[in-house]
């Protein structure tokens, strides 16, 4: 079936740990984005790559990075640099830029200890 | 219903009645919105959408109402079912191709039996 994967569902991580989610779609959409929620709050922009070896920050980038070496994979890394990484991070793409919706992976919940 | 905004208040309705579901979005610019379920755990889900040269648009029980001049959207529901139990958000696009959405911060409609 197309959809999104994201990868691992849940994870646990220690202060000063860098951990990486894993993102991946086949549904051969070229923009992907990485949204960050929090309880009782909206979905936050983290980073977004329309193109493939191209991407941009998003409105709160500071102590995420990302790749976007495939068409398919757009992986986040949270840095131990972003201080309140607790969070449900969530994974989206869009086929075309005629369209606005997105299609949403099922999430990552990240709890650092 | 509630005027939701940046709030996210709980909307309580019987089996089989209808709801209605309130957002005030911020960008008079913006050219496109979409409504967005998420169920406990999981990504949020495409609803229906609707461009801003429209004031109505109907799917499957659902219907959404835009009102440009006071900048806001609606999304009704028709015969609330159990299942329809959820987070509801709408996202408002800004920014044209590179479809950067504007996420409210939600409503949870609990639907009684």
């Known amino acids: 079936d197309g959809g999104i994967t994201q990868s691992p569902k849940y994870l646990f991580r220690k202060e000063g740990q860098n951990v990486t989610l894993s993102c991946e779609q086949n549904?051969?959409?070229?923009?992907m984005y990485w949204y960050r929620q929090d309880p009782g709050q909206g979905l936050r922009l983290i980073y977004y790559?329309?193109?493939?070896?191209?991407?941009q920050k998003g409105d709160i980038a500071e102590g995420y990075s990302v790749s976007r070496e495939k068409k398919e994979s757009f992986p986040l890394t949270v840095t131990s640099a972003q201080k309140n990484p607790t969070a449900f991070y969530l994974c989206?793409?869009?086929?075309?830029?005629?369209?606005?919706?997105?299609?949403f992976g099922e999430g990552s919940r990240l709890t650092v200890l | 219903g509630e005027s939701v905004g940046l709030h996210l208040p709980t909307l309580s309705v019987q089996e089989g009645d209808n709801s209605i579901i309130n957002c005030a979005y911020s960008?008079?610019?913006?050219?496109?919105f979409i409504w967005y379920k998420q169920e406990s755990g999981k990504g949020p889900q495409f609803i229906i959408d609707?461009?801003?040269?429209?004031d109505k648009r109907q799917g499957q029980r659902v219907t959404v109402l835009l009102n440009k001049t006071v900048k806001h959207l609606s999304l009704q529901i028709a015969a609330t079912q159990p299942g329809d139990s959820a987070v509801y958000f709408c996202?408002?696009?800004?920014?044209?191709?590179?479809?950067?959405?504007?996420f409210g911060t939600g409503t949870l409609l609990a639907v009684q039996p």
């Open positions: 989206a793409s869009r086929g075309s830029a005629n369209t606005g919706e997105l299609f």
């Open positions: 549904l051969n959409h070229d923009a």
């Open positions: 790559s329309q193109i493939v070896n191209d991407f």
């Open positions: 960008n008079s610019a913006s050219d496109y």
């Open positions: 609707i461009r801003s040269n429209m």
């Open positions: 996202a408002e696009r800004y920014g044209g191709a590179t479809n950067k959405l504007i």
